[in-house]
């Protein structure tokens, strides 16, 4: 059995997605966490039950899991304890035995409550009353992650104690970067800005020069126009940012009709630095010392995750193409 940082290792590494995602709440992200993926792997899920055995309280004698995170957890659980297990749904079904709690009887026995995650514990509460109105006795609640802030007081509220096999801190642990050099200053200004502007991307520094869009695909093992090159030019003399495609190239004259110049010349090496506060191979979408007007291919629109420059030849942070727009408050534009 593996240790708990390890397994919090694990499960992070299998559920923190990068992508384009649309949250509860309707914000568009470039990550995710989805708790599904370790449920399904059933190594991963193996690991998770080795934890989770010890944690049953004496005396249990049905494992009650929560439709429908709770259900392979305690599927899983009864298999490594020999304990009966109940499938509890939100609502009693309309039809058949019109069931709430399928399978094991609960009716005078001992149940513990099994779910994947628990933050607020709301669904917890409710499950825990139609099972005591089903003549259970339930006094305990056990979940793989505890996305809470530790008080549970609407869970002790119900008469419940919790256990988890991680918390939502084992978790930060386990996505903070390993123990390594300090960010470069430039990849650290990048980083600021990112958080600043709410982004939850991390930069990373890699180990092979990423100065070029093929450089940077083959060390990332991605396709070369998911890289955004960030090409700096002067219209009509004011620099100007665009962030191209790695598999585009900017034509003048489209450039220079997105932007109602007459003029377009590409900028030089000291330009580009006064300009972004960059070197050029490093130059990022943000973190530039004054308002940099932006202009973005539309063609990164083919790809879920794009990589950009992060201040540094060999430094990147991946993003989604809406959170680029709102990072830049760019203008879109087909420049190829």
């Avoid at 386990?174 to 990112?194: F, I, K, M, T, Y």
Wanted: proline fraction near 5%; hydrophobic fraction near 45%; charge should be negative.
């Amino acid at each position: 059995m593996i240790d708990r940082q390890a397994l919090a290792a694990r499960i992070n590494d299998r559920c923190r997605l990068t992508g384009r995602f649309t949250l509860r709440s309707g914000q568009i992200s470039s990550h995710y966490f989805d708790k599904y993926l370790f449920e399904g792997d059933p190594e991963l899920l193996q690991e998770v039950i080795a934890h989770a055995v010890p944690l049953v309280p004496p005396g249990t004698e049905v494992l009650a899991g929560l439709e429908l995170g709770g259900v392979p957890i305690a599927t899983a659980l009864s298999l490594a304890t020999g304990l009966e297990a109940a499938f509890v749904r939100k609502a009693a079904k309309p039809y058949g035995t019109a069931k709430l709690a399928e399978g094991a009887e609960v009716d005078g026995r001992r149940v513990l409550i099994v779910e994947d995650v628990i933050t607020t514990g709301g669904q917890v509460v409710m499950s825990t009353e139609d099972l005591r109105r089903l003549g259970a006795t339930v006094e305990h609640v056990i979940c793989v992650i505890d996305r809470s802030d530790g008080s549970h007081d609407a869970l002790h509220a119900a008469g419940l104690s919790v256990s988890s096999v991680l918390t939502a801190a084992d978790l930060d642990a386990a996505s903070a970067a390993p123990e390594q050099p300090p960010l470069h200053r430039n990849a650290r200004r990048v980083q600021d800005g990112l958080h600043a502007a709410g982004s939850v991307a991390r930069v990373i520094e890699l180990e092979t020069s990423a100065r070029t869009a093929e450089e940077a695909a083959a060390s990332l093992g991605v396709e070369v126009g998911q890289i955004v090159k960030s090409l700096v030019f002067l219209a009509d003399g004011d620099p100007v940012l665009f962030l191209v495609a790695g598999d585009r190239r900017v034509d003048p004259d489209k450039a220079a009709l997105a932007l109602g110049a007459t003029r377009i010349e590409r900028a030089d090496a000291e330009v580009v630095r006064q300009a972004s506060g960059f070197p050029i191979g490093g130059v990022a979408p943000v973190g530039h010392p004054r308002p940099l007007r932006t202009v973005v291919d539309g063609s990164l629109r083919r790809f879920d995750v794009i990589w950009a420059a992060a201040g540094t030849p060999n430094a990147v942070f991946p993003t989604s193409f809406p959170e680029l727009m709102a990072l830049t408050a760019g203008t879109i534009a087909d420049l190829g």
